[in-house]
């Protein structure tokens, strides 16, 4: 699904790297998770996965379904099935937040040329889901994620991908700023996705997110690269002895 | 479905946004031109031009003087200077008039006898001038709203839908040049009671050129069986277009008129100054929807509309109420500053606001409110957005006199800047005569944030979709007050105004 070689990452502004070297591949169908200590470039990964400006790809490729994605505009990514679940989901004022779904549902499915759904077919489908993840029609009515509680964002954001269904989901610190009863709710609403034709790259800090959505395989990042790789063991041990034993082990 | 169309309404932007964006592709929709034979009088503004505009329209004789008076005054009148606009001088006597249709020489007796070229136009603008095809694109899912329109293209109204059935309900509503021969104590009572003759440089000028216009009364007790709309079209070369409004609701009438405006895309700059005058007695209640879309010039501010323009309304009775919304998003220069004087006790102005001025283009526009009585109750809400090198400007004044005792205003002024080229600038202007008044002014300044368009970006809109939501999210509460209909083409126009103002 997701192929990510030899990834070469700095900022365009300044002279700084951050990925020196990622190496990547997520099988379609698995949850891949992403653990380590801050600044190690997890975010910087899922930005320029989907397509923020401000990063230099200087070099490697990242193809999602063979298809190099790092030169497509953000949205063409999308509409390609990338989907990222933002750690700070933005709010947009006077947006409702039916509107905003109902606009980038439609505007994806143009741009894969099918039919855009009608009023009532998105209302009923919404509904549905929405029902699933908790969110209230009130929710749904209120501007996007303004005056959203932390736990409402983060399900605001789960619902938005089920209503895109995209094939490859990226979460970037979904469980940050969530009581433990929200972050079962939003795992709930994740494994609700778990599917044979789609593919998770959950990035998080904790062991205890992944208690909930049970990776395939675990990744240790540290410093701009992978430097190492195992089952969900290894997100154990993490939590047991923390980064440093590691760090130091791989160093 | 009522749930469904809640939705749609009321939540900024929506499919025919997106739809009208990815249609239009970056070109001023309304820019072409009726090939028509156009009858002009000769170039140049004097009295006998005066005259001639007057006998034209078949007016009677006090009609010509107080045109006369007003033209003598403006030639001692200095063109104001004071606004943030700049422009180059206006040559008043390198202007056309009066401009009209050869075809509406002799005035068609129903719409059946009109060019049907210019029906044609009308159509292709959208607007449904037969009463048979009424209601396409303005017909609301209940079916049973429905919009009279009066069409002025050029200097001349070309029809009037709709006549008969207001008639039976006592409502006159006709161009003002019929006004005046049909309804001459009407017209003389109230015509320049609200914006005299001597009010500004353009209101004057006005007053002396003014070719035609709407002329609504709703009587007494009167609610206003449908919408009513004049729909203005400029369309000849080089032809100033001044029109005229006369609203008249009379005690306890209601009516909601709705005002739109295009003209064709050209070189060199057109000049436009109206006049609308809206006078309510005790109880009665108007709304004045604008949408404004004059040719905005292009992109190296080439061509385009100067828009000057006086509209006031006169709560004269006891417990009447006004509101005014506009969405101005054409005009290469815009000054305009629709205002209230809430002169009966307990009686309520509102101004709603949306400027988009993108490219070249400079708005400077805002409402006066004027508390004379009272109880007297204001709300302003502006938005202004601004993009490319464009400069916008909101200018208002609240002003509360010794009487108007417990006078409450609220003022909330946003201006949104796309770029980093263009200006937004928010000139205030309150004075407080008495002790009891409240007085309430919130500003904000923001722009549209790259992370907001990143998160709509990512979620599959292109990047003028995403500002286009933005902003419409930016202008809901403005855009909510508008009836239906115009509330659709406005969030369509936002859209379409701010085309190629990104990346």
Same mark, same amino acid.
């Given at each position: ?9 700095? /900022? ?11 190496? /990547? ?83 994806? =499915? ?53 209503? *895109? ?12 700023? *969530? ?13 609700? *996705? =778990? ?13 205890? /997110? ?36 590691? *760090?130091?082990?791989?160093? | ?9 009321? #939540?900024?932007?929506? &499919? ?20 028509? #034979? ?93 009463? &048979? ?46 006004? @005046? ?103 009665? #209640? ?13 992109? #190296? ?46 009686? &309520?102005?509102?101004?709603?606001? @949306? ?74 202007? @309150? ?73």
């Amino acid at each position: 699904m997701l192929e990510i070689k030899n990834l070469h990452v700095g /900022l365009e502004e300044e002279d700084k790297q951050i990925l020196k070297g990622v190496n /990547l591949t997520v099988e379609t169908g698995k949850v891949h998770a992403i653990m380590g200590p801050n600044g190690s470039g997890k975010s910087t990964l899922s930005y320029v996965l989907s397509g923020k400006d401000g990063y230099e790809v200087t070099d490697g490729t990242a193809e999602l379904e063979g298809t190099d994605i790092l030169d497509m505009e953000p949205e063409e990514r999308a509409a390609a099935g990338l989907f990222l679940a933002f750690q700070y989901p933005v709010e947009i004022p006077g947006v409702g937040n039916m509107t905003f779904l109902r606009t980038a549902v439609n505007a994806q =499915r143009k741009a894969r040329g099918e039919e855009e759904l009608s009023a009532a077919e998105f209302l009923k489908v919404v509904r549905e889901k929405a029902k699933s993840l908790k969110i209230d029609a009130d929710m749904l009515k209120r501007p996007v994620n303004v005056g959203f509680s932390g736990g409402e964002k983060k399900r605001n954001e789960i619902l938005q991908m089920a209503m *895109l269904e995209p094939k490859m989901c990226i979460l970037d610190e979904t469980d940050s700023g *969530l009581d433990v009863d929200a972050m079962k709710l939003v795992a709930e609403g994740v494994n609700a *996705l =778990r599917d044979a034709g789609r593919s998770f790259l959950v990035i998080t800090h904790y062991q205890r /997110l992944l208690d909930h959505i049970k990776p395939d395989v675990v990744h240790i990042m540290a410093d701009g690269k992978i430097v190492k790789t195992g089952g969900p063991e290894l997100a154990l041990e993490v939590e047991n002895n923390g980064y440093a034993d590691i *760090l130091a082990e791989v160093a | 479905m009522a749930a469904l169309d809640d939705v749609q309404v009321k #939540e900024g932007v929506d &499919q025919e946004t997106v739809e009208a964006v990815q249609s239009v592709g970056g070109k001023y929709k309304y820019g072409f031109e009726t090939d028509i #034979e156009i009858e002009y009088a000769p170039k140049g503004l004097n009295e006998d031009i005066v005259r001639l505009i007057s006998e034209k329209n078949n007016e009677p004789e006090w009609m010509l003087e107080w045109r006369l008076s007003a033209y003598r005054r403006w030639l001692q009148m200095e063109e104001p200077d004071w606004a943030m606009v700049d422009y180059p001088e206006i040559d008043f006597q390198d202007q056309y008039y009066y401009a009209r249709p050869k075809s509406m020489a002799e005035k068609p007796k129903s719409l059946d006898e009109v060019d049907p070229k210019l029906l044609e136009t009308y159509a292709k603008l959208g607007i449904p001038l037969k009463e &048979q095809a009424l209601l396409a694109g303005v017909e609301a899912p209940e079916g049973d709203r429905r919009v009279a329109v009066d069409a002025v293209f050029d200097s001349v109204s070309v029809g009037t839908t709709f006549k008969d059935e207001l008639a039976k309900a006592g409502v006159i509503f006709c161009s003002i040049s019929e006004a @005046i021969q049909d309804h001459p104590e009407l017209v003389k009572k109230y015509l320049g009671s609200v914006v005299p003759q001597s009010d500004n440089y353009y209101a004057t000028l006005n007053s002396a050129v003014f070719s035609d216009g709407s002329f609504v009364y709703i009587p007494e007790g009167t609610k206003c069986p449908m919408e009513l709309s004049t729909y203005f079209r400029i369309n000849a070369e080089n032809t100033g277009q001044f029109e005229r409004t006369l609203i008249i609701a009379d005690k306890g009438a209601y009516v909601s008129y709705l005002e739109g405006c295009t003209a064709p895309q050209r070189d060199i700059a057109q000049l436009h100054a109206a006049v609308v005058e809206l006078v309510l007695l005790e109880d009665a #209640e108007i709304k004045y929807s604008t949408v404004q879309n004059w040719f905005p010039g292009d992109e #190296e501010g080439k061509g385009g509309i100067y828009n000057f323009v006086t509209k006031r309304a006169d709560c004269r009775g006891d417990r009447s109420k006004v509101m005014w919304t506009q969405v101005e998003t054409g005009s290469a220069v815009t000054w305009k500053y629709p205002s209230c004087i809430l002169r009966g006790d307990d009686s &309520q102005g509102e101004f709603y606001s @949306i400027a988009i001025a993108n490219n070249m283009q400079q708005a400077d526009t805002g409402t006066k409110m004027i508390h004379l009585g009272k109880n007297t109750k204001s709300r302003i809400v502006s938005k202004g957005i601004s993009a490319g090198k464009a400069q916008n400007t909101y200018r208002g004044l609240v002003s509360m006199h010794p009487k108007a005792q417990n006078g409450r205003n609220y003022t909330q002024c946003d201006s949104l800047l796309i770029g980093d080229k263009c200006g937004a600038h928010t000139v205030p202007y @309150i004075e407080v005569k008495n002790n009891s008044a409240r007085v309430e002014h919130e500003a904000t300044t923001s722009k549209v944030d790259d992370e907001q368009l990143f998160y709509c970006r990512q979620r599959g809109m292109d990047e003028e979709e995403a500002v286009a939501l933005v902003v419409n999210g930016f202008c809901k509460d403005v855009l909510q007050a508008l009836p239906m209909e115009f509330a659709m083409e406005a969030q369509a126009l936002v859209a379409i105004s701010l085309e190629g103002s990104v990346g």
